[in-house]
């Protein structure tokens, strides 16, 4: 059976953003939406997202670093959130794989969010449904778009290409040799979940700097001869580095 899932690569993640932005944009005109906001810059904002970022500073002063971890719905294998659902509204596809959400037959009554145990289920306050990320169901089997462009928002925008997308049933597939051969692992596997979307761990490179590599080699305000111009005579390229 065919299982779609994200392969998130921890390794290049820089924790933009962007992934956040585009799947908000995409989801929020489409068939998944609205993605509700009330409040969205105030004191007590809240929001409707399908995928979101969290950033964790580790270590202790001053050898600290960020990690950036990004977390949508994994689409788990055995969904621990579609048993518990009173009215059926959230199914899993037997063609794809893919968890979703009937909003017709939803409730609000949020026993999946509290079934799921990677907080991977929203309610939108408007609607009163719970929402999560549909792999972008309704771009990935769009025959109007070319095929290159038939992949989840989120990873169209990735501009370090940390997100990869495709069937971890098929052995030959991009996203089941990168679990292979870089060590992909399941989130929380102890769940019992068998969660579809794997990532891909950071791995340490260690970088000798020297001082001088951090200074530029032609720096024109410690030329001898340098004269600041005028405010007269100043032009955009000078003011962009006085």
């Known amino acids: 059976m065919t299982q779609l899932a994200l392969i998130i690569d921890l390794n290049v993640c820089v924790g933009c953003s962007a992934c956040v932005t585009s799947c908000k944009e995409w989801n929020t005109s489409g068939s ?16 409707t997202f399908f995928n979101r970022v969290q950033s964790f500073e580790i270590g202790e002063y001053p050898h600290t670093e ?18 518990v659902c009173p009215t059926g509204a959230s199914y899993k596809r037997e063609e794809d794989g893919i968890v979703l959400v009937d909003y017709d037959k939803c409730v609000g009554c949020k026993y999946c969010s509290w079934a799921c145990p990677y907080g991977a289920r929203e309610i939108d306050e408007s609607q009163k449904v719970m929402k999560k ?29 940390a997100r990869i997308f495709g069937d971890v049933h098929d052995e030959y597939s991009e ?25 891909l761990p950071r ?8 001082r001088e590599d951090l200074e530029r080699v032609e720096n024109p305000l410690k030329d001898e001869n340098f004269t600041k111009p005028s405010d007269d005579d100043l032009t955009l390229e000078d003011s962009s580095w006085i």
């Open 32 to 47: 998944a939406g609205p993605m509700t906001d009330f409040n969205a810059y105030g004191h007590d904002p809240t929001g």
């Open 66 to 83: 960020m990690v950036h971890f990004p977390k949508s719905c994994l689409h788990c294998e055995e969904p621990p959130c579609v048993p």
């Open 133 to 161: 990320c549909t792999l972008c169901v309704d771009r990935i089997y769009d025959t109007s778009l070319p095929e290159d462009r038939r992949q989840p928002a989120c990873v169209l925008a990735c501009p370090t290409s």
């Open 175 to 199: 996203v089941s040799r990168l679990i292979r051969e870089e060590g992909g692992y399941q989130l929380m596997p102890e769940w019992g979940t068998n969660p579809a979307n794997h990532y």
């Open 203 to 210: 791995r340490k490179a260690k970088i000798k700097i020297q």
